[in-house]
């Protein structure tokens, strides 16, 4: 089955410093990638849906200038935290989906990235 | 717009019950995709199912099924004969066709020995 890691798989950062978070197709290509962001006991609230060679489109509430996302190519996606808080805290999870067709629909996540921010 | 509800927050249950979590959503597109996942703690999401909305046939798979019922508008995940194993947070999600998914709270499953 399609393969998708992230990197780091947890991380911890002081108050004000910028970490970014790479998330990989391995084995197929990713044309759309979305970035989802998990507080504790809850569920997967969608950040952004990002297409290959555009800009993300940011879900509401989400601060773009906050939460940078880039597609550059059809295998990787970044999401860079800027100027990040402890509340910033979280759990993100990527997933990423290649080019609908009638038979290939799935979005295939990624096992996640923990950011602490002290 | 899309929503889904799981109305339990948690469960628990002791090993070899069967256990079925409940999933309602509320749609109007005609064509449309439910997911269930399974978040065990380590925190990486596992796909169990995807059915479409024109397949309202029931499914099983070892120890898990599947009701799919469209003029309710839910789609039950039942575990039969639970184990420890199972213990996590189960997720059901909807999306439109190429569309991005909406999850529910999830339901937490505590299977005790």
């Known amino acids: 089955g399609a393969v998708v890691s992230q990197h780091p798989s947890w991380v911890i950062c002081k108050s004000g410093t910028s970490v970014k978070i790479e998330c990989r197709s391995l084995?197929?290509?990713?044309?759309?990638m979305f970035w989802y962001r998990q507080f504790p006991k809850q569920s997967l609230m969608l950040m952004a849906t990002?297409?290959?060679?555009?800009?993300?489109?940011?879900e509401q509430g989400v601060e773009k200038d906050k939460f940078l996302i880039n597609h550059a190519s059809l295998t990787l996606s970044t999401l860079t935290v800027t100027s990040a808080h402890p509340e910033d805290s979280s759990f993100y999870i990527c997933?990423?989906?290649?080019?609908?067709?009638?038979?290939?629909?799935?979005?295939?996540f990624g096992p996640g990235t923990r950011l602490t921010v002290t | 717009a899309q929503k889904v509800t799981q109305a339990q927050t948690e469960i628990s249950v002791v090993e070899k019950e069967d256990v079925t979590l409940d999933c309602v959503y509320e749609?109007?597109?005609?064509?449309?995709?439910l997911f269930w996942y399974k978040q065990p703690p380590s925190g990486e999401l596992v796909f169990l199912i995807r059915r479409n909305s024109f397949d309202e046939q029931n499914e099983i798979s070892g120890r898990y099924s599947w009701n799919f019922q469209k003029s309710t508008s839910s789609f039950n995940f039942t575990i039969t004969a639970s184990q420890v194993v199972d213990s996590a947070v189960y997720f059901c999600?909807?999306?439109?066709?190429?569309?991005?998914?909406?999850f529910g709270t999830g339901t937490r499953l505590q299977v005790f020995p």
């Open positions: 749609t109007r597109d005609t064509t449309y995709y």
């Open positions: 990002s297409n290959e060679g555009s800009k993300a489109t940011y």
């Open positions: 997933s990423a989906r290649g080019s609908p067709s009638a038979t290939s629909y799935e979005q295939y």
């Open positions: 084995d197929f290509q990713a044309t759309t």
């Open positions: 999600a909807l999306s439109g066709w190429a569309d991005k998914l909406i």
